[in-house]
């Protein structure tokens, strides 16, 4: 199945399956995007995202702190971005950029769900082909 819905993407709904794998900020997705596509207004690419997240592949959560057990201070994604909220969002240009100063505390990220999994990774009967 993986590798069927998989070569049904499009060239720009891959990238955003790519970023979610990834765990990337939003603005990541804008160097796995073709040129054409990142030609596009971000409404549109706000369309193809919302379409994802819609077939519920991706989830958008807001960047949080995190400390691993040997404390070392890090980030992970946080709390969940409501549906609802994310076409204002995804509106606004700001969150498809990278911070000036370098600080991605709350920044939008990408996040791929246990269905998306099933999108961007073999089955096994797909492996042993």
Known sequence: MSKHE????????KAFMVNSY????????WGDLDEADQSRPV???????LALIDRG??????????????G??????GELVPRE????ILGDVANWEYSEDGN???????????????ITRLTPE???E
């Open 6 to 13: 998989w070569d049904t993407l499009t060239k720009s709904e």
């Open 22 to 29: 990834e765990i990337d900020i939003l603005p990541g997705v």
């Open 43 to 49: 409404n549109e690419l706000a369309g193809i995202l």
């Open 57 to 70: 592949w991706i989830e958008v959560r807001r960047l949080a702190p995190w400390t691993s057990p040997s």
């Open 72 to 77: 070392e201070n890090g980030f992970q994604p």
């Open 85 to 88: 909220r994310l076409p204002a």
């Open 104 to 118: 991605w505390l709350g920044a939008l990220t990408l996040v791929e769900t246990e269905a998306g999994k099933k």
């Open 126 to 128: 797909e492996t042993a």
